[in-house]
């Protein structure tokens, strides 16, 4: 695709219910990253797939948050359970060169009730 | 551990005029990349400019450039003829190429507010 697709872009969900974030990659990159960006917070890298292996998973907050991604492309991140402290716009970034830098997506905005 | 810091939470510059935002970073590496990034209200992260430790020459993106000081470790952004567009969180991130995930160390932003 000509950009990095997230969806859905808004979701409103309650506590303790599971979620299901997508993302759709640029098409060719094989790199692709997850970040969390809380309220007035910078971005925090929770993380990184080169293909459809994970070699860095080391900024995933706790066992309730997963992500896998399939063929190379389409990443989802999940989270279990959600908690109040979840609320959050959770980006999603592909790139083809460590050098160009990232393209993002526009992002989900998760709040949960 | 590496950081990034963005110690200007907040800025206002009036339209036309060329505002400087900073960044320092801390890291004991001596090859890496550096990166500006604008984030305007649609969420939507935008390269702004991107800057290779190697290479002694500011970079340069029409109307931004920057001030790459290695021994200060310092990357700061200038936005000059501002314009009402540019009003947005800006982000100064950081990578490193050993790292082998290439993962960004981002500061925690600057908004810019352009005033007509």
């Known amino acids: 695709g000509a950009g990095v697709s997230q969806s859905p872009s808004n979701k409103v969900t309650e506590k303790g219910k599971d979620v299901e974030l997508r993302c759709d990659p640029i098409?060719?990159?094989?790199?692709l990253y997850w970040y969390r960006q809380s309220l007035g917070q910078g971005l925090e890298f929770l993380i990184y797939?080169?293909?459809?292996?994970?070699?860095?998973k080391s900024g995933l907050p706790s066992d309730r948050f997963s992500a896998e991604r399939t063929g190379g492309s389409v990443s989802t991140l999940t989270i279990q359970r959600t908690q109040q402290e979840d609320s959050a716009v959770y980006l999603c970034?592909?790139?083809?060169?460590?050098?160009?830098?990232?393209?993002f997506g526009s992002g989900t905005r998760l709040t949960v009730v | 551990a590496q950081t990034v810091t963005q110690s200007q939470p907040e800025m206002s510059v009036q339209e036309a005029e060329t505002v400087t935002l900073s960044c320092t970073y801390d890291?004991?590496?001596?090859?890496?990349?550096l990166f500006w990034y604008k984030q305007p209200p649609s969420r939507q992260m935008i390269l702004v400019i991107r800057?290779?430790?190697?290479?002694?020459q500011n970079a340069t993106e029409n109307r931004f450039s920057v001030n790459f000081q290695k021994a200060a470790k310092s990357f700061s952004l200038k936005i000059s003829d501002s314009q009402l567009g540019d009003t947005a969180m800006y982000f100064c991130?950081?990578?490193?190429?050993?790292?082998?995930?290439?993962?960004?160390?981002f500061g925690t932003g600057t908004r810019l507010k352009v005033l007509a």
């Open positions: 797939f080169q293909g459809n292996s994970a070699p860095d």
């Open positions: 991130a950081f990578t490193l190429p050993t790292s082998g995930t290439y993962k960004y160390i």
């Open positions: 098409s060719g990159h094989t790199a």
């Open positions: 970034a592909s790139s083809y060169t460590h050098r160009d830098g990232y393209t």
């Open positions: 890291t004991s590496e001596n090859n890496y990349y």
């Open positions: 800057q290779e430790a190697y290479k002694q």
